[in-house]
């Protein structure tokens, strides 16, 4: 069996939805609920959140979890993740088989993803691991905030992007999700070792400047990304209205 880092990173900071890892969903914090999540996955062998923020620290503390303080300079959770992953490798070299990052804003991230994943990751040929799952509604496929992907006949990743993609060129858009299979990204990763340190080498790319997607850096510099589909839906928080949809609906 794998030895299977995962790691969620949190930011008290963002610019769309401040302090969003503590709002409370149902009684418990988002980066509590995300935590849970992984825990219960028999597939990852260590849970950490990383953060640059005190407030997020003691909530991780105070619900049992364990998380480590990082850098406030790290420009996306990629970078962030990777400060975790090198102070825990350099205590224990080479232990680690694989590192998996949770986003902070998926609190209802199921354990049966992560397996899917860490599953694909554990793959001799795969270097970096996501998931998609099928759009079925138009409004999230015309949402700038639920990021699309594309992928080949062997679910290699050709492209993400916040527009719709493929365009479909002879469909009115109300049509375009019945008449095509579009992907939304789900937001986890998987990465080798070795892959994780190379891509935290590279300089931001002109694409990923583009479109603010840090994993078109790593696909311009010419570094596989192999998708699966789940079936299961996610619920990702971008905005204070998405949680107030969220608990309007519970």
């Given at each position: 069996m794998m030895n299977i880092l995962g790691i969620i990173?949190?930011?008290?900071a963002s610019s769309r939805f401040p302090?969003?890892?503590l709002a409370l969903i149902n009684g418990k914090s988002m980066i509590q609920r995300v935590y849970e999540q992984v825990s219960k996955s028999?597939?990852?062998?260590?849970?950490?959140?990383a953060t640059d923020d005190d407030r997020i620290v003691d909530a991780v503390i105070n619900f049992g979890g364990e998380v480590m303080s990082t850098s406030a300079e790290h420009p996306n959770g990629t970078s962030r993740c990777f400060e975790v992953y090198k102070k825990l490798d350099s205590e224990k070299p080479g232990f680690y088989d694989a590192v998996v990052n949770i986003q902070g804003d998926e609190p209802f991230i199921e354990p049966s993803q992560i397996a899917m994943l860490c599953?694909?990751?554990s793959k001799k040929n795969t270097q970096i691991a996501t998931l998609a799952k099928k759009i079925i509604?138009?409004?999230?496929l015309f949402n700038p905030n639920v990021v699309k992907l594309v992928f080949g006949l062997h679910k290699n990743v050709l492209y993400f992007s916040r527009n719709p993609i493929p365009f479909n060129r002879n469909i009115d858009e109300d049509g375009w999700a019945e008449n095509c299979d579009y992907y939304k990204h789900i937001g986890i990763y998987g990465f080798k070792p070795e892959v994780f340190d190379e891509i935290n080498q590279l300089t931001p790319s002109k694409l990923e400047e583009t479109e603010n997607l840090e994993q078109l850096r790593w696909l311009e510099n010419g570094y596989q990304i192999k998708a699966d589909i789940t079936e299961t839906e996610t619920i990702g928080i971008d905005s204070p209205e998405d949680l107030r949809k969220l608990i309007n609906k519970s």
């Open positions: 990173p949190a930011r008290y302090g969003k890892p028999k597939s990852i062998s260590k849970t950490v959140v599953s694909l990751i509604a138009t409004d999230e």
